[in-house]
């Protein structure tokens, strides 16, 4: 057989393959329940319904949000911050030491205590040397309060408009006061045009948090932020691919209801003031339970998991939409009891709040106690390396 015979052959086999995996993705008993299909999403006399190629148009929109961002934090935040008193302390930098910073980015950013006595050989520093070097040179790679203060001044800005955006777009809905209604005539639900725009912009907004992620500041639930962008993106795009619009609106409002507060929260933590911060963030608190401990979990989840059984059979998108709100219910779950673990820290002392996913600036007070506790298991109170420990009255530095 000619060589161009074999390559057609090939290239057809390949072209069928590719159509079979297609209808079988695309099959209607994966998506609907038994008896719908994508004929029904089928626009007729004027009547539009949701269509999967209307998601690309999200990546354009999450592109324009970058763009948006950067000159909203130049021309707004920035300023914003330096009205309110956002100001950072200057940091003291790490002297260069070829052999710590080595060690700094390939093998640990907190050494054990072996390695820093080690390290200590090595360079010819005392043990505390080489701490309050690994601390200073930790304190350089933290963002700064105003960059902090950006990013949440921006968050801030747009999930108090989301959220009054979808307050507009669900307000006059009757599915907003019976949730039960949201599965009324499912899935011949005609596309009204200020569901889609709030479809776009939020999952446009969401994808532009996962394209900025390397650049944004990094938490301690930095996985967990991840999962809830990729979760949240899925949970959106499917709920559009098979109309479940009326659901996916209350559950983008539902999100929107606290995240702003939080936001708020931290713009004030940054800005040092503290009752204000404080008040805002009992009131966040109080909302973001009742949003997403109790309207979530028992109204609108009960309503897309249980009340649905009464209806149709089951089917795998109905397991597919339902498992990722459970996931998002877990993530939930988890911030609440950070949520809890700072409202016990600050309501006593009437302390600032604290986040408890951010990364802490390590100050001269936590290396000198931890020097304290080296030098106590030190022998006798020797020299260490032949290098006499500094003066403990060194001024503080943040």
């Known amino acids: 057989m000619p060589f161009h015979s074999r390559k057609k052959m090939k290239s057809n086999t390949r072209e069928r393959m590719l159509s079979r995996l297609s209808e079988l993705i695309w ?18 006399d004027d009547v539009v319904f949701p269509k999967p190629r209307d998601l690309w148009a999200t990546v ?6 970058l763009v948006i ?54 360079t010819g520093c005392s043990l505390r040397q080489v701490q309050r070097w690994f601390r200073r040179r930790r304190n350089q790679d933290r963002p700064s309060k105003l960059k902090k203060f950006r990013e949440a001044s921006w968050r801030f800005t747009f999930y108090l408009l989301a959220f009054f955006a979808g307050l507009a777009v669900l307000i006059d809905k009757p599915w907003f006061y019976d949730m039960k209604l949201m599965w009324d005539g499912f899935p011949k639900m005609p596309l009204l045009p200020s569901q889609y725009w709030y479809y776009m912009i939020e999952l446009g907004f969401y994808l532009s948090l996962l394209f900025s992620v390397a650049s944004d500041v990094k938490r301690k639930d930095f996985k967990e932020q991840i999962i809830h962008h990729v979760a949240t993106i899925a949970l959106i795009s499917f709920s559009w691919v098979v109309n479940y619009i009326r659901g996916g ?24 003031w503290r009752k204000t911060c404080n008040f805002i963030f009992t009131v966040f608190a109080a909302v973001f339970i009742v949003t997403r401990l109790v309207i979530l979990p028992f109204w609108i989840i009960y309503t897309t998991l249980v009340y649905p059984l009464t209806l149709y059979p089951t089917f795998f998108g109905f397991y597919f939409f339902n498992g990722l709100m459970l996931v998002l219910q877990v993530l939930h779950i988890f911030w609440a009891a950070l949520i809890l673990r700072m409202v016990v820290k600050f309501l006593p002392g009437n302390d600032i709040v604290e986040d408890e996913r951010s990364d802490k600036e390590e100050t001269e007070s936590e290396d000198e106690s931890e020097n304290r506790e080296q030098r ?23």
Request: with cysteine; charged share 20%; glycine share 6%.
């Open 60 to 65: 354009p929109i999450a592109l324009c949000f």
């Open 27 to 44: 099959a209607d008993w994966i998506w609907f329940p038994e008896g719908h299909g994508w004929a029904d999403l089928t626009d007729h």
């Open 69 to 122: 961002r950067q000159i909203f934090e130049r021309t707004v935040a920035i300023p914003l911050g330096s009205l309110l008193g956002v100001s950072d302390k200057q940091r003291v930098r790490a002297s260069p030491n070829p052999v710590l910073e080595s060690y700094f980015c390939s093998t640990s950013k907190h050494p054990s205590q072996s390695s820093i006595e080690s390290l200590s050989k090595q």
């Open 376 to 398: 106590g298991k030190s022998k006798n109170g020797h020299l260490q390396n032949g290098h006499t420990p500094l003066n403990n009255n060194h001024r503080k530095m943040d």
């Open 249 to 272: 609106t209350l559950i983008m409002v539902v999100h929107d209801a606290s995240d702003y507060l939080m936001e708020s929260a931290k713009m004030f933590n940054y800005a040092g």
